[in-house]
């Protein structure tokens, strides 16, 4: 079955450290891919999105994201986390045979940011 | 432009009780569909609509649930008889009618229900 794997659940960083999110999927071929940020009480805000060429990909808030295809990743990167970076962040894909774009999700990462 | 528009924001009702959640896309999108975030999980698809049609319903619990979009007027997601399981988030995403159905999905900030 088709599935998205986030295997932190909850993860702390100090405020200027790097940060990596990390994300599987389980796909018969490769899909869209996709990272969300969810802050507390809100909708949730693309930050990046990977469909072909490079698979170093450039986001919004100096997000970043590389899509590996040996390993079924698509690991979200960040050099220098802000505090106002703490939130929630999903992994998602899109079927590229799907005829209807539905998103399927992973099980979400919280970040907390230490001053 | 203004985004996706959720309302209410907050719902609460009794089991039993029918709730209404309403979704208007971003300005010159025809495609939505609807989500669900149940406490401490990921979202779920629930349902993909385009103008006056049901495209995939494939997420959508059998007994209960309906979801429309009519030609005039925002998506509607109808739970009949909710029942304390029923809470949860419920998010709507629309995309514009792109050749390409995987085209980037906007969200709209949530309707969070609470059945007592």
């Known amino acids: 079955a088709q599935s998205v794997t986030q295997p932190d659940i909850h993860i702390t960083v100090s405020e200027g450290a790097s940060l990596e999110l990390r994300c599987n999927y389980s796909?018969?071929?490769?899909?869209?891919l996709f990272w969300y940020v969810q802050s507390p009480g809100q909708g949730l805000q693309l930050l990046l999105k990977y469909f072909s060429g490079d698979t170093l990909v450039q986001g919004i808030k100096g997000f970043e994201a590389e899509f590996k295809r040996s390993q079924s990743s698509f690991n979200l990167r960040k050099p220098s986390v802000h505090w106002s970076d703490a939130a929630e962040y999903f992994c998602a894909v899109c079927s590229r045979s799907s005829n209807t774009g539905k998103l399927i999700f992973g099980q979400g990462t919280t970040l907390q940011v230490k001053p | 432009n203004a985004g996706v528009m959720q309302n209410p924001r907050h719902l609460v009702r009794r089991r039993g009780q029918e709730a209404r959640l309403r979704c208007s896309p971003m300005k010159g999108h025809s495609h939505v569909y609807w989500y669900r975030q149940l406490p401490e999980e990921g979202l779920k698809f629930m349902v993909y609509l385009q103008k006056e049609n049901i495209i995939d319903e494939s997420g959508m619990p059998k007994e209960r649930f309906s979801a429309e979009f009519p030609k005039e007027g925002p998506s509607i997601l109808r739970i009949q008889q909710v029942v304390r399981g029923d809470s949860a988030a419920y998010f709507c995403?629309?995309?514009?009618?792109?050749?390409?159905?995987?085209?980037?999905?906007?969200f709209g900030p949530g309707t969070r229900l609470l059945v007592l």
């Open positions: 995403a629309s995309s514009p009618p792109v050749v390409h159905v995987q085209e980037t999905q906007y």
């Open positions: 796909y018969g071929a490769t899909p869209y």
